[in-house]
């Protein structure tokens, strides 16, 4: 019976409108409407529980009347529809009301529909730009995406519980009591004004602290991870009592948001357990008095206290409600500064898959600054033919990275156009783009998986002959059979840590070579991708990067010349601009801008060869 409810609603099912919208109740309908059929079963079981609530105080006033007005010995006689009734209602009916209340909510909407709000958050999270996730921090963002689930699956379901317990117990309540004496009406009416009044002035001041108290946690969330992913560095500068005064002031920012949500709920609560015990009070007195003065039945009495008492209980539960209803919107609210956002760079509604036919690749007239006005790239125009070796040389800021991260459409091109094989990138779908380039950077992460799993991680489908021969190219096959991680799992099936922590940089370095290898993509970008390797162990690499670049459109990054001296085209950049471009030995000769850098990281020292070149 669990499998059936559970099977319901699919947790991972794609989104059809994959981006949520940015207002508070769109945002909410964007999921419910995915669950709406269970929500619906969850408003009429409610509706039953509350009803079969509601009849057991008129109930009893009904029996207490029969046992004052009808002698025991007729009393089965004269009361067996009303005790069959009740047993009806309170045996049968509220019972399985109440298991299809849990059956729905627990096992249908409970943990697959805050599956599916998790996995649709981070199905649209994930395919923001780069700029979305370098403007944040990582923890604040998974915080947000893990809490603003089971919140808005609460807000939900509390807002159902709430309408019903509202309007079914506060009618009834209205009509029993006035059904007997309209006076005792009276108290009721009062007590509803007085809680309405309440729960319009404290319910938006809870709402809006706890946005901030959600705010704050996530804020400490976000910096503690910040410590954690980079621990090493801690450690290096022993600087761990800063990191304590970092992250104290975000514990001791939130501990005061949250104290002052707190207060406020415990000076509602106080004024909500005053305003329920002179319910009660006036209630009973006012009972009495017309029951002395022969204007009020026994049972009524016996229907009016448990009503009064019912209604208070419910007042609490109501108000219990509505606070985790708000607190919950505050958190959603929250969410949705990470959640709600458009893509920032999306792909066009017309865009087609890229198809590489040859490798050319032209930058035309590129502008580009990240919205700064001093600007990166100011019109750069190169042409890289099919197969060419290019490597970009210049200083810091000259603008070598940016000219990747454009190619790979991290960003939008401000000005200009990027070409491959004739086909404007903007236009591209992003996935297809990226599939047809492989990228090695100089500060490699790998994902806290095995090596296995992040060598294929360039070719899903490779098998696992072909990924233990790019681990071979990449001479990683050195290291990976003496690996172990902590559950005894070794070699190609060791897991590698957060990042790639549990190795060295030359051996993530590799793993990430192997990674390029395997996908085997027709334009490579090399971004400083020897340079956390020893000599000896880059010199063997090269011969197999020569194999993986032949046919190859290349383009390499180096700070290092010796490593791109090789290339067929160095391009020197300088303050967005070509101002050199040749073989290395032809800028050598020109004795500019390249020659210099040259002549500097070789401290002054130049072989025979290149001074005669230079010359």
């Known amino acids: 019976m669990f499998a059936v409810f559970e099977r319901f609603l699919s947790p991972t099912a794609p989104p059809e409108n994959p981006e949520p919208p940015s207002s508070l109740i769109a945002f909410l309908w964007h999921f419910a409407r995915q669950a709406k059929w269970l929500f619906a079963a969850l408003f009429v079981a409610q509706l039953f529980i509350a009803l079969g609530d509601s009849a057991v105080p008129w109930f009893i006033g009904r029996i207490v009347t029969l046992v004052t007005k009808t ?3 007729q009393f089965l006689a004269a009361a067996w529809p009303w005790l069959v009734g009740m047993a009806a209602v309170v045996l049968v009916a509220r019972p399985l009301a109440t298991l299809m209340r849990y059956l729905v909510n627990n096992q249908a909407i409970a943990a697959p529909f805050t599956g599916l709000v998790r996995w649709q958050s981070h199905w649209h999270v994930v395919r923001q730009s780069w700029a979305f996730f370098q403007n944040d921090f990582a923890g604040r963002i998974a915080n947000r995406v893990m809490q603003t689930a089971p919140s808005l699956r609460s807000t939900i379901t509390a807002t159902i519980n709430t309408v019903w317990y509202i309007f079914v117990y506060g009618i009834s309540a209205i009509v029993l009591t006035a059904s007997a004496d309209r006076w005792l009406a009276l108290p009721v009416i009062l007590w509803f004004a007085g809680y309405t009044a309440m729960l319009l002035y404290f319910v938006p001041r809870m709402r809006d602290r706890s946005k901030q108290s959600s705010l704050a946690r996530s804020e400490l969330t976000g910096r503690i991870v910040d410590s ?32 002052s949500s707190q207060q406020l709920l415990t000076v509602f609560a106080t004024l909500l357990d005053t305003l329920n015990a002179l319910l009660i009070a006036a209630s009973g007195a006012l009972a009495l008095v017309l029951w002395r003065y022969g204007a009020l039945e026994v049972g009524a009495i016996a229907m009016v206290l448990p009503l009064s008492l019912q209604l208070t209980n ?9 606070t985790e209803i708000f607190e919950d919107v505050g958190v959603v609210q ?19 898959p890229l198809t590489v036919r040859a490798g050319r690749i032209e930058f035309r007239n590129v502008s580009f600054g990240y919205g700064l006005n001093t600007g990166v790239l100011k019109n750069l125009n190169l042409v890289i033919e099919p197969g060419e070796k290019v490597g970009l040389v210049g200083r810091s800021g000259a603008g070598k990275s940016t000219v990747v991260n454009l190619l790979l459409r991290f960003f939008a091109i401000e000005h200009g156009a990027i070409l491959i094989d004739g086909q404007d990138i903007a236009n591209l779908t992003q996935e297809s783009l990226r599939s047809q380039i492989s990228v090695v950077t100089q500060d490699t992460s790998l994902l806290h998986r095995s090596i296995r799993d992040n060598i294929r991680y360039g070719r899903p489908g490779a098998s696992d002959e072909d990924v233990e021969r790019a681990a071979r190219l990449a001479h990683a096959e ?43 993509a027709p334009i490579l970008v090399f971004d400083e991708a020897t340079s956390a390797l020893d000599s000896e162990v880059e010199a063997a690499i090269q011969s197999s990067l020569g194999t993986l670049m032949a046919g190859k459109t290349v383009i ?3 700070h290092r010349l010796s490593t791109i001296a090789q290339m067929d085209r160095l391009v020197v950049l300088d303050h967005g601009r070509i101002i050199e471009q040749g073989s290395h030995r032809e800028l050598l000769a020109q004795s500019g801008h390249y020659a210099a850098l040259w002549r500097r990281q070789a401290g002054g020292f130049i072989d025979a060869e290149d001074m005669q070149a230079a010359e």
Not at 334 to 352: N, Y
């Open 71 to 73: 002698p025991p010995d």
């Open 228 to 259: 954690y992913t980079n621990i090493l560095t801690v450690k290096l500068f022993a600087r761990a009592r800063d990191e304590d005064e970092y992250v104290r002031d975000a514990v001791e920012h939130y501990v005061d948001k949250f104290s």
């Open 314 to 322: 419910m007042s609490r539960q109501i108000a219990m409600n509505i």
């Open 334 to 352: 929250e969410g949705m500064l990470s959640i709600a956002r458009p893509l920032q760079l999306p792909d066009k509604t017309a865009a087609e």
């Open 478 to 520: 050195e290291f990976i059979p003496a690996l172990e991680d902590m559950h005894g799992r070794r070699g190609f099936d060791a897991h590698v840590g957060e990042r790639g922590v549990k190795l060295s940089g030359g051996q993530r370095q590799r793993i990430a070579i192997a990674r390029v290898i395997l996908k085997n």
């Open 556 to 558: 390499a990054i180096a």
